[in-house]
């Protein structure tokens, strides 16, 4: 007899069963995230600016979700149009005033044919006078420091001489010895009557302590911050920063290069050893020229219009032998002043470009002129420093080496220490020091003020300069690049690849 089977029991029906929390999470995530991303590209594309670095942004939110549009919210200009909008409504407020000023200083081109300036030279003064609203100056006496010790002691000097006021700007002021050395030099000579002003970046300066900061407002030295980032609907600033250095007292004597304050910059920090950098010290006209850089930053940062004080704008001397012109440069030109200067000067050039610059990441334009030059014979060199305090930037930079190095151009790598100066020199008979960097951002992006020096003694001391850091310098050569190992390349790659964002 056959066993029976069990009846069959109808299955049960099972109710579904709700997403968990996690999914859910997880998919309204990436909805945003595509929404956002969706948003930012409309937004770049509408932007119409390099190819390059438009491409690059568009990749970098495709293939990095979240983390993408983080850094695009960071470092890339979404946020920076609004700011060099308000910048410009600002400074046109007090333009006329300051033009005026100007326009009371001995018109260079009613002198330039007495100094039988070649006609090449004068296009370049017209130039750079088109791009940063300011012409040349005669009769500034000049002194150029390369050594750190006495440049922060002249820069000391001068501020004890101050009678009545004192600007600084910085990109960077550090709360260490050398920083509290300066402070309380302000804030005594604030004591003593003077006017003392400090205009700082908030994200260079961003170590500064709240004790620090009080210790400056406590003393009677009026201090404000370039763009501070905060927990508000304009949190996202990053990009867009003051990377000036300046320092103007009793409207007469003016300093600019590439040194900030801190002990790095004194050489006091082990780490990178002896830090090198190019400054200036100008008594003359542009010193004043400087004073108007600091009072549009001012402007734009405290909203007090200092153009209309009297007491700022002294007759200045003006029997010095040498003739300036001060260039500031930033996104809130409608021009690319730097990046046009720049190739201005390479396209000037007969015998020699000598560039020294910590930060070497060209863009394609500049790479070009570059190379365009050494072709056509020009003997074009570039010093950068082995060590870096950005090995990203670093290795960036290297990825240019070999197409540089095919074209003829000759390339040092100081080997005593961080290389941190800002200098070009052009035929050794003129030059610009400032604190621009040869990168993108210091082109497009970052607030810069550059000295152009037409004078031949200032640019023979230049380049003298230069001849005795690239003695302690090794060149690289075709063999060093091909030594590069697989790791090395893949570097090379990928910060290339990244360059368009730095």
């Not at 670095?53 to 990749?59: E, F, K």
């Not at 791009?131 to 000049?142: A, F, I, M, W």
């Not at 920090?269 to 001012?298: C, V």
């Not at 500049?366 to 290795?395: C, E, H, I, N, Q």
Request: charged share 25%.
């Amino acid at each position: 007899m056959l066993a029976r089977r069990p009846a069959r029991r109808p299955p049960r029906h099972r109710p579904a069963t709700l997403p968990s929390v996690s999914v859910l999470f997880w998919t309204l995530l990436t909805i945003v995230n595509y929404a956002a991303v969706a948003a930012a590209i409309v937004f770049i594309l509408r932007s119409r600016k390099e190819p390059a670095a438009m491409m690059a942004w568009i990749l970098t939110l495709l293939l990095l979700p979240v983390l993408g549009l983080i850094l695009f919210l960071l470092i890339g200009d979404s946020r920076i149009t609004r700011q060099v909008r308000r910048r410009r409504h600002r400074r046109a407020s007090i333009a006329q005033s300051l033009a005026r000023r100007i326009a009371g200083m001995e018109s260079w081109h009613a002198r330039v044919e007495a100094r039988r300036m070649v006609r090449r030279l004068r296009d370049l003064v017209r130039i750079a006078s088109a791009v940063g609203h300011l012409p040349p100056t005669l009769g500034n006496k000049v002194t150029i420091y390369q050594d750190p010790e006495r440049v922060f002691l002249a820069l000391s000097l001068a501020m004890e001489a101050a009678r009545k006021h004192i600007h600084v700007e910085y990109y960077i002021f550090q709360p260490d010895d050398t920083g509290r050395a300066i402070r309380d030099l302000l804030i005594r000579k604030a004591r003593e009557g003077v006017k003392v002003r400090v205009l700082l970046d908030a994200v260079g300066s961003w170590s500064l302590t709240r004790e620090f900061i009080d210790a400056f407002r406590q003393g009677g030295v009026e201090l404000s911050f370039f763009l501070p980032v905060h927990f508000s609907p304009t949190l996202f600033r990053l990009n867009c920063r003051n990377h000036r250095k300046l320092v103007v007292v009793d409207g007469t004597v003016g300093f600019t290069g590439s040194k900030n304050i801190g002990d790095e910059y004194l050489g006091r920090r082990k780490k990178l050893g002896p830090w090198r950098d190019t400054n200036l010290r100008i008594e003359g006209p542009a010193a004043l020229h400087l004073q108007d850089t600091f009072i549009e930053d001012w402007h734009f940062v405290a909203g007090q219009d200092l153009s209309h004080d009297d007491s700022l704008f002294p007759k200045p001397p003006d029997d010095g032998p040498a003739a300036v012109q001060i260039v500031p440069s930033g996104p809130d030109h409608e021009r690319d002043s730097l990046h046009i200067l720049l190739l201005s000067a390479m396209g000037t050039a007969r015998r020699s470009i000598d560039i020294i610059t910590p930060y070497f990441v060209p863009d394609a334009g500049m790479a070009l002129a570059m190379k365009a030059a050494a072709m056509r014979g020009v003997k074009v060199r570039l010093l950068v420093p082995v060590r870096s305090d950005s090995w990203f930037v670093l290795w960036a930079g290297r990825s240019y080496y070999r197409e540089m190095i095919d074209a003829g151009i000759q390339i040092f790598e100081y080997l005593d220490g961080m290389l941190h100066s800002k200098v070009v020199i052009v035929d050794q008979s003129w030059s610009l020091v400032g604190s621009a960097n040869m990168d993108v951002r210091s082109f497009r992006l970052n607030f810069e003020v550059t000295a152009l020096l037409y004078n031949e003694e200032l640019s023979q001391e230049l380049s003298a300069e230069f001849i005795t850091l690239s003695e302690r310098a090794r060149r690289f050569t075709v063999e060093d690049a091909e030594k590069w190992n697989f790791g090395e390349s893949l570097a090379l790659g990928l910060t290339r690849l990244a360059s368009p964002l730095l």
